[in-house]
């Protein structure tokens, strides 16, 4: 270590790029985070069986993860009758029930799922 003229104390190593460009662990970061894959989103869907509306819910379901979160998705489907502690874990207390539980926050969604428009803004998946 070397002194300067104030008798304060300078390191005689060269500065680093993180030292001397102000913010650049942050652009790096923020080039790092910019190159991850896109979350992967994990519902949760509870139905009553193979009703109508439970196999139209599942379907639809399917097909907004399939439009929007292709490959970035995990579906459990719950059948309420043949689960009933998880179900209960859960409060649900309507069916079918779609829960997003990754990312955060928690949504829940009730219903056939037909309102597509609604769902997908709802999760904000628009592209």
């Given at each position: 270590m070397?002194q300067?003229?104030?008798?304060?104390?300078?390191?005689?190593?060269p500065a680093?790029?993180?030292e001397?460009?102000?913010n650049?662990g942050?652009?790096?970061?923020?080039r790092l985070?910019?190159a991850?894959?896109?979350?992967?989103y994990h519902?949760?869907?509870?139905v009553?069986?193979?009703t109508?509306?439970?196999?139209?819910a599942?379907?639809?379901v399917?097909?907004?993860?399939e439009q929007?979160l292709?490959?970035?998705?995990?579906?459990?489907?719950i059948d309420?009758?043949q689960?009933p502690?998880?179900t209960?874990?859960a409060?649900?207390?309507?069916?079918?029930?779609?829960?997003?539980?990754l990312?955060?926050p928690?949504?829940?969604?009730?219903?056939?799922?037909?309102k597509t428009?609604k769902?997908?803004v709802g999760?904000?998946?628009?592209?």
């Open positions: 070397n300067d003229e104030s008798g304060d104390k300078k390191s005689s190593f680093t790029d993180a001397s460009e102000p650049s942050l652009k790096e970061f923020e985070v910019s991850l894959a896109p979350p992967t519902f949760r869907l509870y009553s069986g193979n109508p509306r439970s196999v139209a599942v379907t639809n399917r097909h907004i993860c929007y292709a490959n970035h998705y995990e579906l459990e489907v309420v009758y689960q502690k998880e209960k874990a409060d649900v207390v309507v069916v079918p029930t779609l829960i997003k539980e990312p955060l928690v949504q829940r969604f009730v219903g056939d799922m037909s428009e769902i997908v999760l904000r998946l628009r592209r």
